[in-house]
């Protein structure tokens, strides 16, 4: 498997030496076909030239002129061209290159060559010049014309091999500069991509060690990261944090059920040891084997009540289906009258606010009635005698607003936050409070989240308050 710094290096290395070629093959090409079109121009001006001259000294009808043969080996050896000149039947009679005589004087040129010249007023080619030169050369050509009369052929070439060499020394320097900036660029790749990919490393070790239970390991995010990598060590960071915290909480859970398990599981495990090996006698039997039927009872709740948790965590919100059209204010007063007994024996006052119509919304009726159940139970239950239990619904745009308070101890405010976790209790020895699995209210905020609606606690000057959020329907 390749590492990212690998991954990194191949890339861009291939893209270079794409570039590169691409570049290069390019380059060559647009020089090669600079050079043949600056020779080839130069050599036309060359031709055009010499044939006027040669035109100048045709006196007499004859081309052999010294002076001329003097003045074709001036220019072939400042234009570095071979020059020749033929007659008007093709005929070589001068050569740039042999001053006291050219050996191929007397060879003719082709026919359909010379009138082709003849015919189009010059001539371009590149190739070979039979029994003149054996090498590829650049060849131009142009009629000698006097007196409107074509008396002669004015043949100027170089050889190819002249440009390739020109060609050559440009590809050696291209090459050259080439490997300079692919060892410029391999340094400066493998300085970025290591140094891209270290932020990946650290990762990687941050998830190892994590893994590994080392729930306080984090990216260490650095100024110099990209935009792209600094989001990705936040994600992994923010990740981290919460899946910490759900290991703490999950701890929390087990040692909590743990704890709560344990204290009715040993009291009932030791009736019924004390009943078996007969430490209890028969006459206190029945007593003891009621307090194992009230512990019974107790455990079924806490099961049943983490099952209802369970299951709303799961399904992530009430499907539409279970939602029904009901009245906020009946369904509220019918979970009131339930408590009425509780609330007499403890003398306890009762303030009802209802708007004087009903209030409709769209929920599941049995979670909403068992959110009030569990707010009235809690209610009546940290109300002292004597004090004053509120339910009230207003109305507010778009929301009905159900609202249950108490009288009773001010709530600190460093635990305002925690009331709604789970087996959380004010009481921390877990000993006044016998009835009470601290999982009331965690299951009354998971129904009310679980409809996209909020619930909130506020507690001072002895009186507290939960109200929650229900969508308001006509």
């Not at 010499?50 to 050896?77: C, D, F, H, M, P």
């Not at 019918?334 to 929920?363: C, R, S």
Request: aromatic fraction near 8%; hydrophobic fraction near 40%.
């Amino acid at each position: 498997m390749k590492s990212s710094f690998t991954r990194s290096f191949t890339t861009a290395a291939t893209i270079l030496l794409l570039a590169l070629t691409i570049l290069g093959a390019s380059f060559q090409y647009q020089v090669k076909e600079y050079l043949v079109g600056a020779t080839v121009s130069s050599l036309e001006q060359d031709a055009q030239v010499i044939s006027n001259l040669a035109a100048a000294y045709n006196v007499g009808g004859t081309l052999s002129n010294r002076e001329l043969l003097l003045n074709l080996n001036v220019v072939s050896q400042v234009t570095n061209a071979d020059v020749v000149i033929c007659d008007s039947d093709g005929y070589i009679i001068l050569c740039s290159d042999a001053l006291s005589g050219c050996q191929h004087q007397g060879l003719q040129l082709n026919q359909e060559y010379l009138q082709k010249v003849f015919e189009n007023g010059s001539d371009s080619a590149t190739g070979h010049i039979d029994g003149l030169y054996e090498e590829e050369r650049y060849v131009v050509s142009a009629p000698i014309v006097s007196n409107d009369t074509a008396t002669g052929l004015v043949i100027v070439s170089v050889p190819t091999l002249t440009t390739g060499k020109t060609l050559n020394r440009i590809s050696n320097i291209f090459l050259t500069a080439a490997v300079f900036v692919v060892l410029i660029s391999v340094l400066a790749v493998t300085a970025f991509a290591r140094r891209e990919s270290k932020p990946l490393r650290d990762m990687a070790k941050a998830a190892n060690d994590f893994a590994h239970g080392n729930l306080e390991a984090r990216v260490r995010v650095e100024e110099d990261y990209s935009e792209e990598v600094e989001e990705l060590a936040l994600a992994f960071n923010n990740m981290a944090s919460s899946l910490q915290k759900s290991e703490y909480r999950r701890q929390e859970f087990v040692a909590n059920v743990s704890h709560e398990l344990k204290t009715p599981m040993t009291t009932i495990s030791g009736y019924i040891d004390g009943i078996l090996d007969g430490t209890i006698p028969p006459e206190r039997r029945a007593h003891y084997l009621q307090i194992v039927s009230d512990e019974t009872k107790r455990l079924s709740r806490l099961v049943r009540s983490m099952l209802d948790i369970s299951q709303l965590q799961q399904e992530q919100g009430i499907p539409e289906e279970q939602k029904i059209h009901f009245d906020l204010e009946e369904c509220a007063g019918q979970v009131l009258i339930t408590f009425e007994k509780k609330i007499n024996d403890k003398g306890i006052n009762v303030d009802v606010d209802f708007p004087p119509h009903p209030v409709f919304t769209v929920a599941n009726q049995d979670s909403i009635t068992q959110v009030i159940y569990n707010l009235i139970d809690n209610a009546v239950k940290f109300c002292p005698r004597g004090g004053t239990l509120g339910l009230k619904i207003r109305e507010g745009g778009s929301k009905a607003y159900v609202s249950v308070s108490n009288d009773g101890d001010t709530i600190p405010p460093e635990e305002l936050p925690l009331v709604f976790d789970r087996f959380h209790k004010l009481d921390k020895s877990r000993s006044r409070n016998r009835d009470g699995w601290g999982l009331g209210l965690y299951i009354v905020k998971t129904i009310v989240c679980s409809h996209g609606e909020n619930i909130s606690v506020s507690s001072k000057d002895g009186k507290t308050e939960f109200t929650f959020t229900m969508p308001l329907v006509t």
